[in-house]
């Protein structure tokens, strides 16, 4: 017995230290001390060994088992070792190769305008608010003094889930909201995503984006809507840009205007960009009709107030100088990264 158990570590000594992989060292520790291995067949014939030559021979057991798993946990370490060695070498790399540039992305154009106009009317005091594009159609056109045979609430004008509820053709709803949940003073600017019926082309899209602004307080005239807006139109476009207003008529507004701006780009003498007019349209303002405040409980005999409202696709073209709005949508990164 005890000779079998030298053979076995000189056999055990002798394979593991020819072992070159750890698959093939797993290999040979079940061989020498698995369940089924040779140091366990010599432990379990203990029994037929005298009674007084068992402590002698289960210690030696004991000491060979240990010395094989010492060996076994040296070479694991040894080839382990090489091992990582091999993979680093197969896998360096080559430092002196330029790197792979990875490239940035960075706002949407039309997203970029939406915050350059809204830090241009929070600095002015305008609080931003938000509301539904799920709109109750009272919210929409009655409460903005539409009633219901007038020509905006044409069932082809819009998209309707049901006669009292559509998509919002306009933010001015959120306005409304704004004027039935608070009190005057009222300062607020509601940018957003609105629906109309409208064919696709160069200038148009069933959806797009608009930003409106309204005030309410004491005193508030046709002077305070053409300084907010003169104001916003130099810091969109530059120093020299000058507003004008043309009569116009808006339910909501009384009076009611068109406001344009001098083209930024022809400074009014005439180009391909204003059409020969030295202006561009950019937008619609006037003072809130006093049924609209009325409607929302606020007393026009005290308070007054003026309205406006804006595409920001607009505002991108002009902005830009893009003559196709479909450019805005297309998700073509040519034009997205010119922005």
Known sequence: MKEKLQNIIKAAQNELSGASASDALEQLRVKYLGKKGELTAILRSMGAVPAEERPALGQLANEVREKIENIISEKKEQLKSKELENRLGRESIDITLPARRQPLGHLHPLTQVEYDMREIFIDMG???VEGPEVELTY???DALNAPKDHPSRDMTDTFYFNPDVLLRTQTSPVQVRAMLEKKPPLRIISPGRVYRNDEVDATHSPMFHQMEGLVVDKNV???DLKGVLAEFAVKMFGADTKTRFRPHNFPFTEPSAEVDISCFVCKGEGCRLCKGEGWIELLGAGLVHPNVLRGCGIDPDIYSGFAFGMGIERVAMCKYRID????????????????
């Open 126 to 128: 305008f609080e931003v």
């Open 139 to 141: 919210n929409n056109f």
């Open 221 to 223: 005239t046709m002077g």
């Open 324 to 339: 196709d709005m479909r450019l805005l949508f297309e998700n073509d990164i040519r034009f997205l990264s010119q922005f």
